[in-house]
């Protein structure tokens, strides 16, 4: 039976060298030798310890949820950090309110990137292309040898085209988006 490579560790092998519990801390915090994480008296002070400066936005550097929110646990219930913050700094988020990033970094705690905005506010707001968009810019769509500007709201589309280049179509997409949603228009 091979031994786990940490000298005062006597259990078997799992992976890379570890038995299962340093492993784990490897996986968990990035350091085989690491302990528990720290308790905190209160979640104020576990939001505190859990975030960062970068730029201009406030990381959260505590757990991330699939999407990549950051998340933090209250009364034994996962909150989204991001809304603790807002919270905590302007009270409770009314219904059916979402709230924005305007950075659009999911992981950011800051409350000068946060905004509230209804659901089609917040959807519009983003920085990118669908998936699906094969012309590479937000809005703009190949039709034979020509490229057309398109923007939905409330299920009625509004589309120009003819453009010659994706770049032109774009510069149109992020004016029908402008006039449409004012400041949640997003970038292309």
Not at 69 to 97: C, F, T
Not at 113 to 132: C, F, I
Not at 137 to 156: C, E, F, I, M, S
Request: aromatic residues 10%; glycine residues 10%; proline residues 6%.
């Amino acid at each position: 039976m091979t031994k786990c490579k940490i000298e005062t560790c006597e259990k078997p092998v799992r992976t890379r060298g570890w038995c299962n519990a340093h492993h784990l801390r490897y996986t968990r915090y990035g350091d085989p030798l690491a302990g528990n994480p720290p308790m905190y008296a209160n979640p104020a002070d576990a939001f505190a310890a859990r975030t960062k400066p970068s730029g201009e936005c406030l990381l959260w550097t505590g757990s991330l949820d699939g999407p990549g929110y950051g998340q933090l646990r209250i009364s034994n219930r996962l909150v989204k950090a991001h809304r603790y913050a807002w919270e905590q700094a302007r009270g409770p988020i009314p219904d059916g309110m979402y709230l924005d990033h305007t950075c659009w970094n999911k992981a950011c705690v800051s409350l000068d990137h946060l905004r509230l905005a209804t659901h089609g506010e917040n959807v519009q707001n983003q920085a990118r292309a669908r998936k699906d968009n094969r012309s590479g810019y937000r809005g703009v769509y190949k039709k034979r040898n020509t490229y057309t500007a398109r923007a939905t709201k409330d299920g009625v589309t509004r589309s120009k085209g003819g453009f010659p280049t994706p770049e032109a179509a774009a510069v149109v997409a992020q004016q029908f988006r402008e006039e449409m949603f004012g400041e949640f228009a997003g970038k292309g």
